[in-house]
């Protein structure tokens, strides 16, 4: 009952979209509708988990896209909304529990509707917003993509987080500014929109700081969540971001990093620092703690680093992150991925404290005859709490490290093939003591093979 309401409100938001547009003219309202563009993507996406002997592998494979209508503007209005689909053809029960853990799938269920596995059909209509736009501004009201340092896409699946909510960009020569309020989050691989507060754990929940099995999923109250950004570049080689985050009744969050990239005659010198702090609002989701989804007694603090050069395609880089404070890094899971410098993709630094983490990277870009490809390799090491240590490892996940290869090649305007394998190897001798701190975290691999064919083009 509940898709079907919101599909009813998706609808009448469309519907007072294209009222909005009539209230120009018969004349505008025929351009709009009519001579639009048709874009999207489809894409097939195949992942095995290779966990170590004795404990169970996973894999799945899924096809599906996005279809997308965009209408011709009228004085820098038009409107833009985006059907998501996908479809897993159920080569293996994700919802089977190991023996050994009684864990089950955790990445492969990003790949169907993680609240409703055993349903292979996930529909979204992800999309609908009214723009305006001109040289300087933009603003979006209704459903959309949102891509920020925190809240994104986080967009390695099959449907992407999207956001519901007001937004607002301001562009100058050598500054820009954008916020806005977001009021409902539709968290990757589900197929509905949520509340603020409801959308928190539908993920996995972990751990409260004593240890107990969190219970804050279905108790969070929020209602918004308000975001502000400033970007200057007051010299060609240097860019500066300043980022607010502040989730009503949870926590608030400022976030800033610089970068300093010296063009030399031959080779690039690449240079950057970021900073995070955060703090609880109001009562961190719920008055009684464990049903709180920020628990944290006080501030915690991010800190990262990188140096490196790029020469004729070849880019190496070295990244590190420290995480300190009175508590752990939180920030939903559901709502994006993090920017941090030493982040690999198959692995996050959120429900950590007193972490760090170390990784070089080297990335490739060349072209042959009309393929152009990229490869990025990346090793990590990443310091972690014992697992029984609730109070800094919220997920129980051991020191590890970690290597990942990622291979992209773009064949021709329309095909993109992409490869990823990220290795995990558990350094933490104490961690074999539970196969629950060993499946999906450590000693495995994840293979992920992915076919992109992009449709049309986005040209408003």
């Given at each position: 009952?509940?898709?079907?309401?919101?599909?009813?409100?998706?609808?009448?938001?469309?519907?007072?979209?294209?009222?909005?547009?009539?209230?120009?003219?018969?004349?505008?309202?025929?351009?709009?509708l009519v001579k639009g563009s048709i874009y999207g993507e489809w894409r097939s996406f195949y992942m095995v988990t290779d966990n170590t002997e004795g404990l169970k592998d996973f894999q799945a494979l899924t096809t599906g896209g996005r279809i997308g209508y965009a209408t011709k503007p009228y004085r820098g209005w038009n409107l833009k909304t985006v059907f998501y689909a996908s479809q897993s053809f159920g080569i293996s029960d994700l919802t089977a529990l190991d023996s050994a853990s009684q864990r089950r799938s955790r990445y492969e269920?990003?790949?169907?509707?993680?609240?409703?596995?055993?349903d292979l059909t996930v529909l979204l209509w992800g999309e609908a917003y009214l723009q305006y736009q001109d040289e300087r501004h933009q603003l979006r009201i209704g459903r959309m993509r949102l891509k920020t340092p925190f809240l994104n896409l986080q967009d390695g699946r099959m449907i992407p987080t999207l956001v519901e909510g007001g937004w607002y960009r301001y562009r100058q020569h050598k500054w820009s500014a954008e916020g806005g309020v977001?009021?409902?989050?539709?968290?990757?691989?589900?197929?509905?929109?949520?509340?603020?507060?409801e959308s928190v754990g539908i993920n996995g929940i972990g751990r409260g700081l004593t240890g107990e099995s969190s219970l804050y999923r279905g108790n969070t109250t929020s209602n918004v969540i308000l975001i502000g950004n400033v970007n200057y570049t007051p010299f060609r080689d240097v860019q500066w971001?300043?980022?607010?985050?502040?989730?009503?009744?949870?926590f608030h969050m400022p976030y800033t990093v610089l970068f300093w990239n010296k063009d030399f005659e031959d080779w690039k010198f690449i240079s950057g620092v970021q900073y995070a702090f955060q703090h609880k609002v109001g009562?961190?989701?719920?008055?009684?703690?464990l049903f709180s989804y920020f628990e944290n007694p006080g501030v915690v603090h991010m800190v990262g680093g990188r140096v490196g050069g790029e020469y004729r395609g070849w880019k190496l880089t070295l990244n590190a992150n420290v995480i300190r404070g009175d508590g752990r890094f939180l920030f939903p899971r559901e709502w994006g991925r993090e920017p941090l410098f030493s982040f690999q993709r198959r692995e996050r630094a959120e429900g950590t404290g007193n972490s760090e983490g170390m990784m070089v990277q080297l990335t490739k870009d060349w072209e042959f005859r009309k393929w152009k490809l990229k490869a990025v390799a990346g090793y990590g090491y990443y310091w972690r709490s014992d697992p029984l240590n609730a109070f800094e490892n919220k997920y129980a996940i051991p020191e590890y490290e970690?290597?990942?290869?990622?291979?992209?090649?773009?064949i021709g305007k329309r095909w993109r093939v992409e490869y990823l394998i990220a290795y995990k190897a558990n350094k933490d001798e104490a961690a074999t003591r539970r196969a629950s701190f060993i499946i999906n975290k450590v000693d495995m691999a994840n293979h992920n093979l992915v076919l992109t064919y992009r449709i049309g083009d986005e040209r408003f």
């Open positions: 009952m509940k898709n079907v309401s919101n599909r009813k409100k998706a609808y009448a938001l469309f519907l007072l979209m294209a009222i909005a547009t009539q209230a120009w003219g018969q004349d505008s309202l025929w351009q709009n269920l990003a790949l169907l509707d993680i609240q409703n596995p055993e977001i009021w409902r989050v539709a968290p990757r691989s589900t197929s509905r929109f949520f509340g603020i507060g971001e300043v980022w607010d985050y502040w989730v009503h009744n949870i009562n961190g989701g719920n008055d009684r703690p970690q290597l990942n290869l990622n291979l992209f090649a773009d």
